[in-house]
């Protein structure tokens, strides 16, 4: 059985080398394509949502991200239809950030699949690994919320602005703080 790259231990949430020259590489690609989009006048609606459609590995005719925003690699951010992100959101997409549909984030919410082990001889070797993060239907994410790798946040909820996630959240509840905690159950649609 053939090795797997580097590319491939990451989108299998394995320890893998970050600074692998694809992997740089497929950074630089995003970061081009997010500036080309930012470079972009608003009024351009089509040619803006050319842009995202090739970066994100998938989105919408009905999706809206306010620049600037920031992805790692953009391939493996997919986002449903309604979606709308406000200004200076961060996707750090090593692995997987699926996204429902009419989800809303605040300006400066932060969606991170990355971790470091903890052992600093690994950091030092360079090695991180990533965990998926799922954002199912009709979420809104309140501004400079932080969401952690591995979490799943249920239909139906709101996290308050500048919660932490640390842990899953369930569906259709008021969540807030550092970390994030359930407050309220709210009445299911």
Known sequence: MPELTEKEK???GRLYFSNDPVLKRDREIA???TQAY???SPELFEARLGILQDLLGSCPTDAEIVSPFHCDYGYNLHIGHHF???TNCVFLDCAEIRIGNHVFLGPNVQIYTALHPLDPELRKQGLENALPVVIEDDVWIGGGAIINAGITIGHGTTIGSGSVVTRDIPPNVVAVG???TVLRQLKPD
């Open 38 to 40: 930012h470079g972009t």
């Open 31 to 33: 970061l081009i394509k």
């Open 178 to 180: 550092n970390p994030c």
């Open 10 to 12: 990451m989108l299998a």
């Open 84 to 86: 709308y992100a406000n």
